[in-house]
Each structure stands twice: as C-alpha cells, then as structure tokens.
C-alpha cells in the first residue's frame, strides 16, 4: 500500500537560508510521480513541482528543487534563499501510476506535513 | 476560468443531519477526488472518480457517498453526520489520459462543523 512520511512536524530557517523538507515514501509499483504542495494560513492548497519516478534530473522549478533518491525512495524538497511568505504547511505527495494488473485506479496519498516558518 | 468550485464554503450541522457538499469543475478533467483534512493535520483521501460513473473507495470513506453523473460534477453526501466528521473538506480533480504526472487542482474548501 502506498504511504508517505514527513518525519519533520515543524521546521525553522532564517530569512534568505535555503532548507531541506523530509519526504520518504514505499510503494511496490515501478511507476509513479511525486508532488509538493504548499498551504499557507489561509488555507488553499498550492502545487509547487512534481517528480516522476523515471525523471532522470531533479525537478527545479524556480526557488524549489526536488532531491529524489529513488533507491531510497525519498524525495526532499528543497528551498533556495528562503522568504517570509514561505512560512505555511508543506505536503509531498505520490500518485502510482494507472492502469495495468491494478483493481484500484489510481489514488493521490498525501503525507502528514510539514510546517515551516521562516524568521526573519 | 473557476477551477474547482466548492460550495458551501461553511456549515454547521447538528449530529444526525444530513448534507451533500458540492464540487463542480470546468476543465474537462476525468479525475476527481474527495479529501478531509482535521485541525493540523495532513489530507486523508474519502473518495476519488477517474469518469462519470466510476467511483473508489479512498482511506476513510465510512460516513460518505459520492456520485459521479457528469464529468464536471462529484458531489459528497455525509449521512448521519457525526463529531467526527468535523473537519475541512477539499475537492480536486487533475487530467489522466494514462498519466501520473498531473498535478491535483483545488478547490477552496468547505469547513464543516458537527454539534
């Protein structure tokens, strides 16, 4: 069965530092993608990037970086030169690839979270 | 161009009632799923459709129904609402065409409580 951990309950990092958000996951199917979200205080929930679990480079997309060790199946992510509007919950994510020998389409598990602050 | 549209945005229900939240899409997406997320944790999936007429069991789905006549619509139905189900319900929904790489949009959320 799918699951993902987030062994960091809250997190701090000084203003303009870069910090690394934990994400470890177990799922038995060769296929799958990764995904990070943000939730600020005000609730919504915010794509930030997605790895693919045949992706040969680490997702980047802008300030965020993703480090995917796949045979240790984790998947960090990473903030570059931290900003005080990044404070909010973060969450990693995996969805197993469709289709095939499976009786169960394909679900989207999320993790526990993650919440950082940044101080200015 | 809404999105995910959840409504209502609030509800307070007393212990046995029923209710039905609402999530309708306009991007022609296929999947669509349910979430619950209780005061300072992560989302715990209830439901999830991959096209109208096909629905799934997610990891907590007891106190639910869902429906999936069209493909913008999935509505969640609570019967017999309980303390328990007090909590902030997302809906989202993504592309699928054999891809797993598509993110989840969201909907704002409706915040329910049960008295």
């Known amino acids: 069965a799918q699951k993902i951990t987030q062994t960091q309950p809250g997190m701090f990092v000084q203003e303009k530092e870069a910090v690394t958000l934990d994400c470890t996951y177990d799922t038995s199917d060769p296929s799958y993608g990764l995904f990070w979200y943000k939730q600020p205080s005000s609730g919504e929930m915010i794509f930030l990037i997605y790895?693919?679990?045949?992706?040969?480079q680490n997702a980047t997309e802008g300030r965020y970086s993703l480090n995917f060790q796949k045979a240790r199946k984790s998947a960090n992510l990473v903030i570059s030169a931290s900003q005080l509007g990044d404070s909010a919950m973060y969450f990693c994510a995996m969805r197993e690839e469709p289709g095939g020998m499976k009786t169960s389409y394909d679900k989207v598990i999320f993790g526990p979270g993650t919440s950082l602050s940044v101080i200015p | 161009n809404a999105g995910v549209t959840q409504t209502p945005k609030f509800r307070i229900l007393k212990i046995g009632q029923s209710m039905t939240l609402q999530c309708a899409q306009d991007m022609n997406h296929n999947y669509m799923y349910w979430y619950r997320q209780d005061p300072g944790m992560g989302l715990k999936l209830i439901y999830y459709s991959v096209g109208a007429g096909i629905t799934d069991k997610g990891e907590v789905p007891n106190g639910y129904n869902v429906s999936r006549s069209t493909t913008e619509d999935f509505p969640l139905r609570l019967e017999l609402a309980a303390p328990s189900q007090t909590s902030v319900y997302f809906c989202?929904?993504?592309?699928?065409?054999?891809?797993?790489?598509?993110?989840?949009?969201f909907g704002n959320g409706t915040r329910l409580t049960v008295t």
């Open positions: 989202a929904s993504s592309y699928e065409g054999g891809s797993y790489n598509s993110p989840l949009h």
């Open positions: 790895q693919g679990s045949y992706d040969q």
